[in-house]
């Protein structure tokens, strides 16, 4: 069983609609939580990192972290056609950063 | 500020054949990491390196794989000799030891093994 796990996906949006990304996470040394978006034959990017459990918000962006039932989910409200990308969770322990597999979110117009 | 820059972008070689790609971290970033990325998956971290030292290399396929820093500065990874499964995009990336959790990447080099 992987570190992380992430919904797969892909996910198909009308545009306004609000998106929900999702993942599970097996290790409790994990402290620190990254959501990064990768537009197609680039890098990833980092969207939004937090520490603790709760949420985060930062414009259309919300993250939210619940250590205790190890699940940490991303939302993006009032989305746009240049929100389509791959998502990736990501979390990190004193040691290293995991990834999940990613999420391909496509926001039709 | 220039971000991570890595080349090639794009490299299509033979099974049997050597590669090697370069980057170059953002200025002033001390740690600098390898990371694979396969086809519908996330990264996985190959080497990271604080300044000159390899201070994590226990995923890095050590048969075939090599990195080095030279000057804690560019880096350069080599595969030789190169297999069909080492078909990936391989992404440098960096960060400042003040802010570890903000990790920048490279748009990555592209690799197909035929």
């Known amino acids: 069983q992987k570190e992380v796990e992430q919904d797969p996906g892909p996910l198909s949006v009308p545009e306004g609609a609000i998106v929900s990304l999702n993942c599970t996470y097996s290790?409790?040394?994990?402290?620190?939580f990254m959501w990064y978006r990768q537009y197609s034959r680039k890098g990833p990017e980092l969207l939004m990192y937090?520490?603790?459990?709760g949420n985060k918000e930062d414009g259309r962006f919300t993250a939210q972290v619940d250590k205790s039932s190890k699940y940490i989910s991303l939302f993006i409200r009032d989305s746009q056609p240049s929100d389509s990308a791959t998502y990736l969770c990501?979390?990190?322990?004193?040691?290293?950063?995991?990834f999940g597999a990613g999420t391909t979110v496509t926001v039709r117009a | 500020e220039a971000g991570v820059v890595q080349s090639p972008r794009y490299k299509i070689i033979e099974k049997k054949q050597p590669v090697a790609f370069w980057c170059n971290p953002i200025?002033?970033?001390?740690?600098l990491y390898w990371y694979r990325q396969n086809l519908g998956q996330g990264p996985e971290l190959l080497i990271r390196?604080?300044?000159?030292?390899?201070?994590?290399d226990s995923q890095l396929p050590k048969d075939r794989f090599s990195a080095e820093r030279l000057k804690g500065v560019d880096s350069t990874l080599k595969i030789q000799p190169a297999e069909l499964g080492d078909s990936a995009v391989y992404l440098c990336?960096?960060?400042?030891?003040?802010?570890?959790?903000?990790?920048?990447f490279g748009e990555g080099s592209w690799l197909t093994v035929v």
């Open positions: 990336a960096s960060s400042h030891r003040d802010s570890g959790n903000t990790i920048y």
């Open positions: 290790n409790s040394a994990f402290q620190y």
């Open positions: 937090t520490y603790s459990s």
């Open positions: 990501a979390m990190r322990d004193d040691y290293k950063l995991s």
């Open positions: 200025s002033g970033h001390n740690t």
């Open positions: 390196y604080e300044n000159e030292e390899a201070v994590d």
